[in-house]
């Protein structure tokens, strides 16, 4: 197998992880709207809050594994996550109470925490230009959350939900048993760079000057990545988690079947990936401050009119809220790929990630909240103030960024 070949099948593996990562954590949310609320006789805002201990554990468990993937091996800690995940979730299937189906979440969010500081730390691995590169593999995640919606509901129609978590479950695992294979015979190794010993001279002059410029960027660009991933957390998770109830609550129309409604959030989510490209392309080859910018007020713009729009045009309001939403995914990913040395990647995006999906967690509680006592036109209200913090926040970027 030649070099571009076997790093063509590797992002190919990468891109499957991120489509299945963003697949199995949004299962549930289409699940509970749909059926288990009359199944198990809840309300939706009673129900949801038992995914709360997935994403604390989506969450939680980012350092850890951006920490071992740098210590242990990026590759084996992939294989861990299509296999661990796969089996988390069909052991999910088998939940007779929302007790036990938050403890499956809870493992499913476990090896999900895997994917984001490694796979994408392994994406950025010897790039030049990311942007493009990085959308193409966020766009594979966005499909996850699309397809995540169209897949439960077909076979919540067709085979019942326990099926929705038993059929990807199965896939993941058998991806994982061939991802294994190709680590084992195809996979090039990757040695640490050795560390220069005490008192050795510098290798590299050019780089020993740089180094204190890229420290003073990193220190000066980590706070507002920081500060926007946070709020994009929300507004990512309040967004994609909520819109299957958004789409029966202010659209308008009860008679939505399970499929009807899939099939709809799906090309929902389809259009707002198209955002991601967009951003990619021109974060290669213009200025990531004024795209930022751009970005965020989109979102400000389609949340605060989504608040006071009810029936018909939802759909179409939803459809680019996700575009903007979406757009801003790539952007915090190039920012740290940028200011970050490769050794230290994981460890950052980590920390980037593991405050992103902390923020994702606080956003169940929260979107349960508004639901049940200011109803879902206040959700939009929220994520419109959020998205004027991040437009404020990303006009402090560097000018050279």
Not at 150 to 175: E, M, N
Not at 235 to 261: I, N
Request: include cysteine; aromatic fraction near 12%.
């Amino acid at each position: 197998m030649t070099e571009e070949r076997r790093e063509k099948l590797h992002f190919l593996y990468l891109n499957m992880g991120h489509f299945l990562d963003h697949l199995f954590m949004l299962i549930f949310a289409t699940a509970a709207a749909l059926v288990l609320v009359n199944d198990w006789g809840m309300s939706y805002s009673e129900l949801i809050p038992y995914a709360t201990p997935g994403f604390i554990a989506f969450a939680a468990f980012t350092i850890p594994a951006g920490w071992l993937a740098d210590r242990w091996s990026r590759e084996s800690m992939m294989c861990v996550f299509f296999v661990g995940i796969g089996a988390s979730s069909m052991l999910t299937s088998l939940a007779q109470s929302p007790l036990q189906i938050a403890t499956g979440l809870f493992a499913i969010g476990l090896f999900a925490s895997i994917y984001h500081p490694v796979g994408i730390a392994m994406v950025l691995e010897g790039q030049k230009k990311t942007g493009l590169r990085v959308a193409s593999n966020g766009v594979w995640g966005n499909m996850g959350v699309a397809v995540a919606a169209l897949l439960t509901g077909w076979l919540i129609d067709h085979s019942g939900w326990r099926a929705a978590f038993v059929a990807p479950g199965l896939f993941s695992v058998l991806l994982g048993l061939s991802y294994i294979r190709w680590v084992r015979h195809f996979s090039p190794s990757r040695p640490m760079p050795a560390r220069p010993s005490p008192g050795s001279p510098p290798q590299n002059r050019a780089s020993v000057t740089a180094a204190p410029e890229l420290k003073k960027l990193l220190i000066r660009v980590l706070p507002i990545v920081l500060i926007t991933t946070a709020c994009g957390g929300v507004v990512f998770q309040s967004t994609t988690f909520a819109l299957p109830r958004v789409l029966l609550e202010k659209g308008g129309d009860s008679a939505l079947t399970a499929s009807m409604l899939g099939w709809i959030a799906f090309v929902i989510f389809a259009i707002g990936s198209a955002g991601q490209l967009v951003v990619g392309y021109l974060v290669d080859r213009g200025r990531i401050r004024n795209v930022f910018v751009g970005v965020a007020l989109l979102q400000i713009l389609f949340f605060f009119v989504t608040s006071g729009v009810e029936g018909v045009w939802v759909p179409f309001l939803a459809a680019g809220f996700m575009l903007a939403a979406f757009g801003q995914i790539p952007i915090n990913d190039v920012l740290v790929g940028k200011v970050a040395s490769s050794e230290w990647r994981s460890r950052i995006l980590a920390l980037r990630y593991s405050l992103t999906l902390s923020a994702m967690a606080l956003s169940v509680p929260l979107i349960a909240w508004i639901a049940a006592n200011h109803g879902l036109s206040h959700l939009f209200l929220v994520l419109g103030s959020l998205a004027v913090v991040i437009m404020l926040a990303a006009a402090f970027l560097p000018e050279n960024v």
